[in-house]
């Protein structure tokens, strides 16, 4: 089978960093995929990673350990508008589709 | 400007009536996916499509059915054997499906509500 584990919720303040952790134990591994989805909103793409190491793009960045089955996204300098939902995703195998983890609400308070 | 559409943003339908959502790219994608999401949980893929007139099931298509007509249009039928059709609905789509790093675009969603 296929299992995402994240986080269910996560609280963090202004300007503040937050790591947040998604395992997973596929029967392939062919990439994985950050989204923020706002509440009510649609998912929006944050990043990607198919290689072990470190994705950075701005405030955000995403790493890999293939090994370990494991990824995290870093969010930098924290602002209100980072209140979100964020849901990891992995390609099982070249051709498949995307297995959704449950996402984790992080909440970023004044 | 390019980009995916779904209407209705908001949809009410009485218990045993079938119900169509629309969805609708014009960002030339050949991939276009339908997914259910419930509160406080991931996406699960109900359908996805990679051409025209061909689609696959994903992990619940029970109680659903699709169309590909157009490579523009999926349209997802809710059908009166879906025992629970409460759910927020999500239509995506993406360039090659066969592609690792090509992530999926998603329209604003549908939220259908069965009285």
Redesign the interface.
Known sequence: GQN?DQP?EMTATEGAIVQINCTYQTSGF??L?WYQQHA??????LS?N?LDGLEEKGRFSSFLSRSKGYSYLLLKELQMKDSASY?C?V?AR??Q??V????TRLSVLP | DGGITQSPKYLFRKEGQNVTLSCEQNLNHDAMYWYRQDPGQGLRLIYYSQIVNDFQKGDIAEGYSVSREKKESFPLTVTSAQKNPTAFYLCASSKFRDRTNNEQFFGPGTRLTVL
């Open positions: 995402i269910t062919n990439g995929f009510g909103e649609a998912p929006t793409f990607y198919v849901l995703a390609r070249y051709g589709n995307f959704f983890g449950p996402g």
